[in-house]
């Protein structure tokens, strides 16, 4: 690494550092009957953007607060890949081992992002039941809920999508449809995002489907990948959810060069495929980081948009979350 990155990754790491003292979160507490979730131990501190040199955010985007999310070594509560929001404040999310994890969302009078708490975790399970235990069955990548409530998750490795049923009530995978694409084994349907009954798919190294079940269910290809796959140090779609406006979607884009350098963009995709102007971009000296996740709600007439960073239990990287609010 240069002499310059080296310093710019200090200066962003010990701002992150200073910008706020950790705090236990808020507990989940199971009630009623014996439940398959399991509360886990999770501290969080609140974060800024680092350093303005690294931020680029459009004159319609204003920062709406930021935590970064403090673990046990073993906690389930790492390698988080993708993000979407349940209910008022809750949160789901899935890690690349197989754990599905949810928590809520909290807010100070502002509106502002200051912590997450309530933070509960389960394994998944393969088609008959047996609870996930090996990587290549349990790296998963995305997520989403469909209009009729079923939770929807894909994975690479042995590349699918499941269908676990509804949140609150999950059952055995079924297996959905995909996109017929010869993707590689760690370059796989990184992105799902749904709309009604139908889902988007996004490829790592590029390509986007539009999929619907029934008894003609397919995927349709609405951007053809391209044909040189996008490399690492690549701005590649990690996560997407649509816009609450029913308009398009929004996407997060995620660049690494090794050891440190890790970038992000935020950006808008049409109904084509297509992708917008940059509406936020994050480098070093920022805080920044490996986000994979983005969700997207209404919030005071504006657009509010999380963006979920995913450590891969690397002591370089970290479990943020970042809040942004864009005008119309």
């Known amino acids: 690494m240069n002499r310059r990155l080296y310093l710019a990754a200090l200066s962003c790491l010990a701002l992150a550092a200073c910008a706020g003292a950790a705090i236990t979160s808020q507990p989940w507490l199971q009630t009623g009957t014996a439940s398959p979730w399991q509360s886990a131990e999770v501290d969080t501190r609140t974060i800024g953007l680092g350093l303005p040199l690294g931020s680029r955010l459009a004159d319609d985007v204003r920062f709406a607060g930021g935590v970064q999310v403090l673990t046990p070594t073993l906690s389930p509560v790492r390698s988080l890949?993708?993000?979407?929001?349940?209910?008022?404040?809750?949160?789901?999310?899935?890690?690349?081992?197989?754990?599905?994890?949810?928590?809520?969302?909290?807010?100070?009078?502002?509106?502002?992002?200051?912590?997450?708490?309530?933070?509960?975790?389960?394994?998944?399970?393969?088609?008959?039941?047996?609870?996930?235990?090996?990587?290549?069955?349990?790296?998963?990548?995305?997520?989403?809920?469909?209009?009729?409530?079923?939770?929807?998750i894909s994975f690479e490795g042995?590349?699918?999508?499941?269908?676990?049923?509804?949140?609150?009530?999950?059952?055995?995978?079924?297996?959905?449809?995909?996109?017929?694409?010869?993707?590689?084994?760690?370059?796989?349907?990184?992105?799902?995002?749904?709309?009604?009954?139908?889902?988007?798919?996004?490829?790592?190294?590029?390509?986007?489907?539009?999929?619907?079940?029934?008894?003609?269910?397919?995927?349709?290809?609405?951007r053809m990948p391209p044909s040189e796959p996008l490399k690492v140090n690549n701005y590649r779609t990690t996560g997407m959810d649509r816009d609450p406006d029913g308009q398009?979607?929004?996407?997060?884009?995620?660049?690494?060069?090794?050891?440190?350098?890790?970038?992000?963009?935020?950006?808008?995709?049409?109904?084509?495929?297509?992708?917008?102007?940059?509406?936020?971009?994050?480098?070093?000296?920022?805080t920044t980081d490996n986000f994979e996740g983005i969700a997207a709600t209404k919030r005071d007439g504006k657009t509010r948009l999380y963006i979920l960073s995913d450590d891969n239990e690397n002591p370089l990287q970290r479990t943020l979350m970042l809040a942004f609010d864009v005008t119309p």
């Open 81 to 152: 890949s993708d993000l979407k929001l349940v209910g008022e404040d809750g949160f789901v999310t899935v890690s690349d081992k197989g754990e599905l994890v949810r928590g809520r969302i909290e807010l100070d009078a502002a509106g502002q992002l200051v912590g997450l708490g309530q933070w509960r975790s389960r394994r998944l399970t393969l088609a008959d039941g047996r609870p996930i235990t090996e990587k290549i069955d349990g790296d998963a990548e995305g997520l989403t809920i469909l209009e009729n409530g079923d939770l929807l």
């Open 248 to 286: 398009g979607w929004w996407v997060v884009q995620r660049a690494y060069t090794p050891p440190m350098d890790m970038r992000a963009r935020v950006r808008r995709m049409d109904e084509d495929g297509a992708l917008g102007p940059v509406l936020v971009e994050l480098k070093l000296p920022a």
């Open 158 to 222: 042995h590349h699918r999508i499941w269908n676990y049923g509804p949140l609150d009530n999950m059952r055995l995978p079924v297996s959905m449809v995909r996109p017929v694409w010869p993707f590689d084994s760690n370059e796989g349907i990184e992105a799902l995002a749904s709309h009604t009954n139908r889902w988007r798919v996004a490829g790592e190294a590029g390509g986007v489907w539009d999929c619907q079940s029934g008894a003609s269910g397919t995927c349709t290809l609405v």
